[in-house]
């Protein structure tokens, strides 16, 4: 039986809600209004958590995937006693607010992931069910279940009908996450109107179909016991995932309630007194939160925090019985790597044999696995190709499936590379985890929304990018990447790694995980690449280093990955002409742009002109470069080396090029300044 305080708290949501977007005068104030009974019965009576230590290991975990119903979340987070206070929701959508327009995890206390592109956060959810499910399967002993949280998702009909929740759900599915529990606001509205001018698909059957545990609540709106049951009896389903179809009004009391245009603007401001009036509130009052609601909510913060110090005796009572792991579980939740673990990391004299740097990439994986529990990996259906799992990798599977076991650190995500990268973010979200999955370069834009999430949130999450250029050959343009990464290195707070040989790949998984709060690009030829002499681990923590040179050169070759030994053979034969060059390997721009203009300077001499050479787009390169070898169109399908030969992307022809630059900036009598020695 609901008392008439929990009606109250329900309805208090709403008004707040209608009243903090109405403050912004912008935002979205059906959804919250809508699914307000939702949170509101789940943060009161299940979901676990201490407002008071927000990143508390064991706290179940909320993601609002339909995150433009952010006023919600921010209100639900105010009344819990979260460090998000009423002047904090007087101040949403405002510049440098705590209630930013979306949720964002670096912004807001108690926001678990970025939301706001539709299916993401179901997407995320899944990562963190399976986050959770590893963890256990890894750490929990008989009598010590360390990890053992709950993953509560809120989503809506525009989730459903992105491609990414379609491939998260199918893999939660065929995975068994039975912790993670994901609520439908089938509100039966999106901006166009009415769903059913483009979505009548049966959501139900198409879970049932991924294998989940579906439920129905026939009236959110007010039937509040419904919803507490249906939690209940997803809590009792331990081998699937349940969704939890539940049917609400958009914008419930408003005199639009049911339409669309509830969904993304303000309500007027008789709209808003007529529904505080029919709620029983004070018309006049704005932001009035009654003490008996407070109290509601801070009751069950202080079982909150109750429930931490019980996880606490029970962690350090493990600790005691289990110290190895303990200290382990510490470690990685610090974000803190294994001393020397960076010891493991193979090295390279040119004597060894040519590799590609995919290979190599493998190489790296399987000599650090053991010393870096954290990593977690993983392909998009192309282990094979991407060389991503280490040879003796557990397959992270149900273990009823005999495939693997939970405590597998390698994840087949199938042909989903949008999810893969979703799922990689709420892997890194959950904590103690470094993420990364594989699949070819130009497929890294088929996920792309999710790859961006990663530099928005500040993620530590690795994407593994093999078959990196016009060097994959026969496949032909639709898989050659040729814009690819000119789109990384443009985004801010990701790193974009193309290693040039054995040493480059390994001082790359250096920067990459030393990086916490940067997502890594790596891209990774098919071909064989020669190791090089000059070449160096630590160097590439600098982004851009010096690989050859003779004194006072007349040019500068910049190049990364495969063409880095294109360079090195037109430097010898400029040599043979007298033509002294210097040959610079930039295997990330990025880390190269964080250096100091001393050492910029150093690379790249003032007054001797650079030539780029990169077997992609030459868009970005005028930033280092004076002239470019590369790609302006799409490439072809043939062999790598008639492909490189038809490109010009060869020494000879970077020779010629070479002369060409040198004679004209002769003949003009000065070499200008690029950007980067500005």
Not at 152 to 171: K, R
Not at 216 to 243: N, Q, R
Not at 270 to 286: L, M, R, S
Not at 426 to 432: E, I, P, T
Request: hydrophobic share 35%; with cysteine; charged share 25%.
């Amino acid at each position: 039986m609901v008392s008439n305080l929990e009606q109250k708290a329900i309805d208090t949501i709403r008004v707040i809600a209608a009243d903090t977007v109405r403050a912004a005068n912008s935002g979205h104030p059906g959804a919250p209004m809508g699914c307000a009974p939702i949170a509101h019965i789940l943060f009161t009576k299940f979901l676990r958590a201490n407002p008071k230590n927000p990143h508390f290991i064991n706290r179940d975990r909320f993601l609002l995937s339909n995150g433009h119903a952010c006023a919600l979340q921010y209100i639900i987070l105010h009344l819990l006693g979260y460090d998000v206070s009423m002047d904090d929701l007087k101040q949403f959508r405002q510049l440098g607010s705590k209630t930013p327009g979306h949720p964002e995890r670096l912004d807001t206390e108690g926001v678990e992931v970025t939301t706001g592109p539709l299916g993401q956060g179901i997407a995320n959810g899944v990562g963190m069910a399976i986050a959770e499910a590893q963890l256990a399967a890894t750490y929990n002993r008989p009598g010590f279940e360390i990890f053992n949280n709950n993953t509560y998702v809120i989503l809506g009909d525009g989730c459903l009908q992105e491609g990414v929740a379609s491939e998260a759900a199918s893999l939660a599915g065929h995975l068994k996450l039975g912790k993670l529990i994901a609520f439908y606001d089938d509100n039966k509205i999106t901006i166009d109107g009415d769903t059913a001018v483009s979505f009548t698909e049966d959501v139900e059957k198409r879970f049932e179909a991924y294998d989940w545990h579906v439920l129905v609540v026939d009236d959110g709106d007010s039937d509040f016991d419904s919803i507490e049951k249906a939690i209940a009896a997803a809590h009792e389903v331990t081998d699937k995932p349940t969704l939890i179809k539940v049917k609400t009004t958009i914008g419930y009391g408003s005199l639009l309630q049911g339409k669309e245009k509830v969904h993304g603007s303000p309500l007027s401001d008789d709209d808003i007194k007529q529904i505080k009036k029919k709620f029983g509130f004070n018309p006049d009052k704005t932001f009035d939160i009654s003490s008996d609601v407070y109290d509601l909510y801070h009751a069950r913060a202080k079982e909150g925090a109750q429930y931490e110090e019980e996880w606490k005796s029970l962690f350090n009572e493990y600790k005691s019985k289990h110290p190895k792991e303990a200290a382990e579980i510490e470690r990685r939740f610090a974000d803190k790597l294994p001393e020397g673990w960076e010891k493991n990391l193979p090295r390279f004299s040119p004597s060894d044999s040519a590799v590609a740097t995919r290979k190599l990439s493998e190489g790296v994986l399987t000599a650090i696995e053991s010393s870096l529990p954290e990593i977690i990996g993983g392909s998009a259906d192309l282990t094979g190709s991407n060389l991503t799992r280490w040879g003796k990798a557990v397959d992270f599977q149900n273990p009823s499936t005999g495939l693997g076991d939970y405590s597998g650190r390698y994840i087949r995500y199938g042909v989903r590379e949008h999810a893969m990268f979703a799922i990689m973010n709420g892997l890194a979200s959950y904590g103690g985890i470094i993420p990364y999955g594989g699949t070819f370069l130009n497929f890294l834009t088929y996920g792309w929304g999710a790859a961006r999430l990663s530099a928005i949130s500040h993620l530590r999450v690795i994407y593994v990018m093999t078959h990196d250029s016009i060097g994959l050959g026969e496949d032909g343009p639709t898989h050659q990447p040729i814009e690819t990464l000119a789109l990384t290195r443009a985004t801010p707070n990701m790193l974009t790694f193309r290693p040039a040989d054995g040493n480059e790949t390994s001082g790359t998984y250096l920067a990459a995980i030393q990086n916490v709060t940067r997502p890594s690009v790596i891209a990774l030829s098919r071909q064989n690449l020669p190791q090089l002499e000059g070449s160096s681990v630590e160097a590439v923590l600098k982004g851009a280093y010096v690989i050859k040179t003779d004194e006072n050169p007349e040019i500068t070759f910049v190049a990364t990955g495969s063409e880095v030994c294109i360079a090195v053979e037109a430097s010898k034969t400029l040599a043979q002409k007298n033509i002294k060059s210097r040959v610079v390997s930039m295997p990330c721009s990025e880390l190269f742009d964080d250096q100091s203009a001393e050492y910029k300077k150093e690379v790249f001499p003032v007054g001797v002109p650079v030539i780029s050479i990169e077997a992609l787009g030459t868009f970005g390169w005028d930033r280092y470069s004076h002239a470019h070898i590369g790609l302006t169109t799409f490439g072809q399908s043939g062999k790598a080396e008639d492909l490189y030969k038809f490109f010009k992307i060869t020494p000879e022809h970077a020779v010629a090029k070479a002369e060409k630059v040198i004679g004209h900036f002769k003949k003009l009598g000065y070499v200008p300044e690029v950007n980067a020695q500005l």
